[in-house]
T-cell receptor
Framework: DAKTTQPTSMDCAEGRAANLPCNHSTISGNEYVYWYRQIHSQGPQYIIH???NNETNEMASLIITEDRKSSTLILPHATLRDTAVYYCIVRLNNYGQNFVFGPGTRLSVLP | DAGVIQSPRHEVTEMGQEVTLRCKPI?????LFWYRQTMMRGLELLIYFNNNVPIDDSGMPEDRFSAKMPNASFSTLKIQPSEPRDSAVYFCASTRIAGQETQYFGPGTRLLVL
């Protein structure tokens, strides 16, 4: 799986958009970008994933650059409950392949 | 759906004792993962199963750790004998083996070995 690079930590004001970047410069053409988050003391929670096109769901938007070497997770209106560690993962969607979690970005949403 | 179920949620034991952690995956999921999370090492994969068969156990720390999946709805992770350095949160996750399936995690078991 391709390696990802994320900032260690970020702050965001409550109600504002949180933009979390991820670099995956060695991503291959058939690898997907996944985002998970882990709120303190809970198991990681799936947020969104994509291959080439931008994706949006009820939780967030995923913007993938045209060259696919980086992506941004956008939480449009961050709340205090969005404070968590956010993991960007790149993986093939092969048969039962593992997810490799890096250290992630610790997002603090401030009142 | 109840989600992935893990038990116990908390376990405190003494060094040398046997510890058994349990996991019930989401119904219909045929791939199951065991992870360990510590402050120092983050989230590490220990072992995963496809259709009840262990596929990759390279993350299992040593022979003291063993995992089984006797059927599609139940898995155990056993530590015998336990040591203080095994203290961590152990997560179980499940998914379907196909396409763009995502993993769903359980709430974790917090293990403290004294």
């Amino acid at each position: 799986d391709a390696k990802t690079t994320q900032p260690t930590s970020m702050d965001c004001a409550e109600g504002r958009a949180a933009n979390l970047p991820c670099n995956h410069s060695t991503i291959s053409g058939n690898e997907y970008v996944y985002w998970y988050r882990q709120i303190h003391s809970q198991g990681p929670q799936y947020i969104i994933h994509g291959l080439k096109n931008n994706e949006t769901n009820e939780m967030a938007s995923l913007i993938i650059t045209e060259d696919r070497k980086s992506s941004t997770l956008i939480l449009p209106h961050a709340t205090l409950r969005d404070t968590a560690v956010y993991y960007c993962i790149v993986r093939l969607n092969n048969y039962g392949q593992n997810f490799v979690f890096g250290p992630g970005t610790r997002l603090s949403v401030l009142p | 759906d109840a989600g992935v179920i893990q038990s116990p949620r908390h376990e405190v034991t003494e060094m040398g004792q046997e510890v058994t952690l349990r996991c019930k995956p989401i119904s219909g999921h045929n791939s199951l993962f065991w992870y360990r999370q510590t402050m120092m090492r983050g989230l590490e994969l220990l072992i995963y199963f496809n259709n009840n068969v262990p596929i990759d156990d390279s993350g299992m720390p040593e022979d003291r750790f063993s995992a089984k999946m006797p059927n599609a709805s139940f898995s155990t992770l056993k530590i015998q004998p336990s040591e203080p350095r095994d203290s961590a949160v152990y997560f179980c996750a499940s998914t379907r083996i196909a396409g763009q399936e995502t993993q769903y995690f359980g709430p974790g078991t917090r293990l403290l070995v004294l």
